[in-house]
């Protein structure tokens, strides 16, 4: 059984910075992808960032130069630093874990920006 516990959710200004943090457990193929989603109300779901175990990355053009992800393959860990926040990247933000016949998602967590 595979888990994705997230963290770091929460509520800034616009032009501040959030760190969102998701740890994987469970049985884990060591070739995987893990990343971002999001969704803001009345939207659907879209990718933010993902990246391979064996180093690729892909952004949404939304959130290039903004955005950095990170993984720790060691501790099944993946990380996002946002920067330069604003309003529209408010969503509930969820991580994805993605491995060969399959694909797990975590609970979500709230990131809400204002003006």
């Known amino acids: 059984q595979v888990q ?3 963290s770091g959710g929460g509520s800034v200004q616009a032009g ?4 969102l943090s998701c740890a994987a457990s469970g049985r884990i193929f060591s070739i995987n992808t893990m990343g971002w989603y999001r969704q803001a109300p009345g939207k659907q779901r879209e990718l933010v960032a993902v990246a391979t175990s064996v180093g690729n990355s892909n952004y949404a053009d939304s959130v290039k130069v903004r955005f950095t992800i990170s993984r720790d393959n060691v501790k099944n860990t993946v990380f996002l630093q946002m920067n330069s926040l604003k309003p529209e990247d408010t969503a509930v933000y969820y991580c994805n874990l993605r491995v060969p016949g399959g694909e797990y998602w975590g609970q979500g967590t709230q ?3 204002s003006s």
Not at 16 to 19: E, I, N, T, V
């Open 111 to 113: 990131v809400t920006v």
């Open 4 to 6: 994705l516990v997230e």
């Open 16 to 19: 501040g910075s959030l760190r």
